[in-house]
């Protein structure tokens, strides 16, 4: 089981950021699928999810109408489109299955600028 996040970066608070994440060894489009992000001293949060089939996605109330998820079964990637970035946006974020796996990727770091 393999997760490798990218796309984050430095951006100013109100622009936008595109995550992607890779996933294999396992059957990605048997399973929901999340993004978590966590800052330092902090618990993993969960960001939003998808389900297998690409339903109604959920997401946390404070990036709800600002962030998007979505998935490619087909290449095992999962996306989450990023706007209206704010600086309490600034985490580590991390792709994984809903509930998680054991096994985490090293995540992307996404920093927002005030």
């Known amino acids: 089981v393999r997760f490798v996040e990218s796309g984050g970066g430095l951006v100013q608070s109100g622009g936008s950021l595109r995550l992607s994440c890779a996933a294999s060894?396992?059957?990605?489009?048997?399973?929901?699928m999340s993004w978590y992000r966590q800052t330092p001293g902090k618990e993993r949060d969960l960001v939003a999810s998808i389900s297998l089939g690409g339903g109604v996605p959920q997401y946390e109330n404070s990036v709800a109408g600002r962030f998007s998820i979505s998935r490619d079964n087909a290449q095992g990637t999962i996306f989450l489109e990023m706007n209206s970035l704010r600086p309490e946006d600034t985490a580590v974020y991390y792709c994984?299955?809903?509930?998680?796996?054991?096994?985490w990727g090293r995540g992307t770091q996404v920093t927002v600028s005030s």
């Open positions: 994984n299955t809903h509930p998680p796996r054991t096994v």
């Open positions: 060894g396992f059957t990605v489009s048997s399973y929901t």
